[in-house]
């Protein structure tokens, strides 16, 4: 129990172009959602964190207007990469909390995007 | 959250226990001590956690020292497929925040 889904899990843009990162949580529930980014070598850095039917709480230095994202329902947050730059390049990764998986951590992550933009 | 220090990388060979250490002086009181391991260009996946008592699953086991200030993660039986990159992280539960872990190597 306890899968997150994530797609897709690579992608190629081009500079410019917008791109969406889907985030599902296939067998439970998920009040609260995570977007991390990492960079090659580096640990994972927090964006944001999302709760279902609210807006998300960006981390310093993040900017909300460049990456979107929606928490819609108890299943789905997308993260929506705007106007991508080589510089957005990156592996994003999200994670969902899960209260009845507390024995496991409570955290389930996603198997990662890698955003290449050219 | 309390802040972490751990090692930047340890070698271990296969079959033996690998012994990764993580300190964390600050801890408080409702803070738990996660582990999860990162695999090459894939998510996070969870070992263990605890509060302050030892634990032991199917993965690990987690020694907590009495004062919380430290602990250490023991993969029993290492195996070439436990290479990663390992992160000791503290928190009351309500976000994780990684530090740099440690990249642990386990060679034939």
């Known amino acids: 129990g306890a899968v997150v889904s994530q797609h897709p899990s690579w992608v190629i843009c081009k500079s410019g172009t917008s791109v969406k990162i889907e985030c599902r949580s296939l067998?439970?529930?998920?009040?609260?959602m995570f977007w991390y980014r990492q960079f090659p070598k580096q640990s994972l850095m927090l964006m944001a964190t999302s709760n279902e039917g609210s807006k998300a709480t960006y981390e310093q230095g993040v900017e909300k207007d460049k990456f979107l994202i929606n928490h819609a329902s108890l299943t789905l947050s997308t993260l929506t990469v705007t106007s991508a730059h080589p510089e957005d390049s990156s592996f994003y990764i999200c994670?969902?909390?899960?209260?009845?998986?507390?024995?496991?951590?409570?955290?389930?992550f996603g198997s990662g995007t890698r955003l290449t933009v050219v | 959250d309390a802040k972490t220090t751990q090692p930047t990388s340890m070698d271990c060979a296969e079959g033996r226990a690998a012994n990764l250490p993580c300190n964390h002086s600050t801890i408080s009181g409702n803070e738990y001590v996660y582990w999860y391991r990162q695999i090459h260009s894939q998510g996070p996946q969870y070992i263990i956690h605890g509060l302050k008592n030892n634990e032991t699953n199917e993965m690990a086991s987690l020694i907590i020292t009495e004062d919380r200030k430290s602990s250490t993660l023991i993969l029993p039986h290492a195996t070439l497929r436990d290479t990663a990159v390992y992160y000791c992280i503290v928190s009351t539960g309500n976000m994780l925040t990684f530090g740099g872990g440690t990249r642990l190597m386990v060679k034939p």
């Open positions: 067998d439970f529930q998920a009040t609260t």
């Open positions: 994670s969902a909390t899960n209260s009845r998986n507390r024995d496991r951590g409570g955290y389930t």
